[in-house]
Every structure is written in C-alpha cells, then in structure tokens.
C-alpha cells in the first residue's frame, strides 16, 4: 500500500533552518508529483509547495517563495522540503501528499506529518 513517511521537524530558533525528508513506497515514485502541505495552529491546511513528476517544476506559495526549496530523487523515492529563514508563523504539522486519478477514481495520499515549531 502507498505509504508517505515525513521526518525532519523539530524546534527552531527564528532564522534557523531545516530540511523535511518524505520517504515513499507502494507506487511508482518518479510518476508522480510531490507537494507539502503545512496546517498551523487554528488554520486551515494549506499548500506549501509542489515538484513534477521528474522535479522540472516546482510551485510554491507566496509566503514561502524565496525561503524554502523544494526537491526530490526519485531513485531514493523521496521528496525534501528545505526551509530557511524560519519565522514564528511557519509553525505547522507539515505534510507530504500525493494522487492520482484511475478513471472516475481519485486516489490522494497524505503521511503523518512532521511538527516544525519555530520558537526562541
């Protein structure tokens, strides 16, 4: 079965950084794009950023554009999410995702999340 396992959080000064790992397994990676999501305390969750199937495209939000990077190798089926310059407000559970669609289907897959608290 699809299964998305998150690692990498943990507390962090303003200003500091940390990478978030998404490890794969149970579908053919390198098909498929790869987006984090983030959800804060009392918000709604909300896309952080997206990289193509083969990482040519990647998308992120606004309030992330320039501080986080993200990426991924297919041959090690994993997706990263670098996050830099770190802000009090990127306090968040952050999720990997991905899905598709067989015909009248729709499959989405979430992992259980990293905490990421930013915090001095």
């Known amino acids: 079965q699809v299964q998305l396992v998150e690692s990498g959080g943990g507390l962090v000064q303003p200003g500091g950084s940390l990478r978030l790992s998404c490890v794969a397994s149970?579908?053919?990676?390198?098909?498929?794009?790869m987006t984090w999501y983030r959800q804060g305390p009392g918000k709604e969750r909300e896309l952080v950023a997206s990289?193509?199937?083969?990482?040519?495209?990647?998308n992120y939000a606004d309030s992330v554009k320039g501080r986080f990077t993200i990426s991924r190798d297919n041959a090690k089926k994993s997706v990263y999410l670098q996050i830099d310059s770190l802000k009090p407000g990127d306090t968040a559970v952050y999720y990997c995702?991905?899905?598709?669609?067989?015909?009248?289907?729709?499959?989405?897959?979430w992992g259980q999340g990293t905490q990421v608290t930013v915090s001095s």
């Open positions: 990289i193509s199937s083969l990482g040519g495209r990647t």
């Open positions: 995702n991905t899905g598709w669609a067989r015909g009248p289907h729709e499959y989405d897959y």
């Open positions: 149970g579908f053919i990676f390198s098909r498929y794009a």
